[in-house]
Nanobody
Framework: QVQLVESGGGLVQAGGSLRLSCAAS????????MGWFRQAPGKERVFVAG????????RYADSVKGRFTISRDNAKNTVYLQMNSLKPEDTAVYYC?????????????????WGQGTQVTVSS
């Protein structure tokens, strides 16, 4: 089991920045692939970014490339999502997720553990 707790969400104006954190506990965090997903009201949960256990493999959704950066600190059992140049369309609940696979997957079905989510609201 892996327990995940997100933090860092909030209200920000368009063009601003936020940094989300996800603290993990339980199984060996350093061997899990971590991902960030988001879900806007009335929409499906979608992939935002993912990072392998070593940090050597990183994937981003096209909508956030160049603006968001995912990173992890295995010593602190924490994964981060730095979000810059935020847009109103980035407004959503952001979820941290963990998977025990070998590649950074984009689909929610590949992730075994989920946090409760943190709200990000970007005003225009």
């Amino acid at each position: 089991q892996v327990q995940l707790v997100e933090s860092g969400g909030g209200l920000v104006q368009a063009g601003g920045s936020l940094r989300l954190s996800c603290a993990a506990s339980g199984r060996t965090f350093s061997r899990t692939i971590m991902g960030w997903f988001r879900q806007a009201p009335g929409k499906e949960r979608v992939f935002v970014a993912g990072i392998s256990w070593s940090g050597g493999s990183i994937r981003y959704a096209d909508s956030v490339k160049g603006r968001f950066t995912i990173s992890r600190d295995n010593a602190k059992n924490t994964v981060y999502l730095q979000m810059n140049s935020l847009k109103p369309e980035d407004t959503a609940v952001y979820y941290c997720a963990a998977q025990e696979g070998l590649i950074v997957a984009l689909g929610t079905q590949f992730y075994d553990y989920w946090g409760q989510g943190t709200q990000v609201t970007v005003s225009s």
